[in-house]
């Protein structure tokens, strides 16, 4: 089996850590409680998610504030209505990147999942 490079799974691992930091701090700014709750709880799944990949590549990575800096103030200029499409976009996004990676590491199936389930949660956030 070809596995995964570990530029990949570091890759991975950081973006796992910043999306804890960004939706912790999209948590803190937006409006609506029950979204705020669903970010802290996207956020802990995340850091799961971290955790897994931090197994995986042995090494502890610093987690980077640019997107927890950037996406509270996308909330103030787009509004949660154009926002939340694109985060949901992103986690589409790390479906198909996690796609190979869980081919070469099973433990990453239930992350890849994580992360659909993640994309149609926040799209979900504006049907409510
Ligand atoms: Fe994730």
């Known amino acids: 089996m070809k596995k995964v490079d570990m530029k990949t799974l570091l890759k991975a691992q950081q973006g796992e850590l910043d999306a804890v930091l960004m939706y912790h701090a999209l948590a803190d700014k937006v409006k609506d409680k029950h979204d705020a709750e669903t970010f802290r709880r ?3 799944e995340e850091g799961h998610h971290a955790a897994v990949f931090k197994k995986l590549t042995q090494q502890t990575l610093k987690p ?3 997107l927890a800096t950037l996406v509270p103030v996308l909330y103030k200029l787009l509004g949660k ?3 939340y499409p694109i985060i949901a976009k992103f986690e589409y996004g790390a479906v198909n990147t996690y796609a190979p990676v869980a081919e070469s590491y099973p433990e990453v199936q239930s992350v890849k ?3 659909q389930r993640h994309g149609d949660t926040v799209a979900g956030l504006l049907k409510t």
Do not use: H, M
């Open 64 to 66: 980077k504030k640019t």
């Open 113 to 115: 999942d994580d992360e």
């Open 42 to 44: 996207l956020a802990a």
């Open 81 to 83: 209505k154009r926002l």
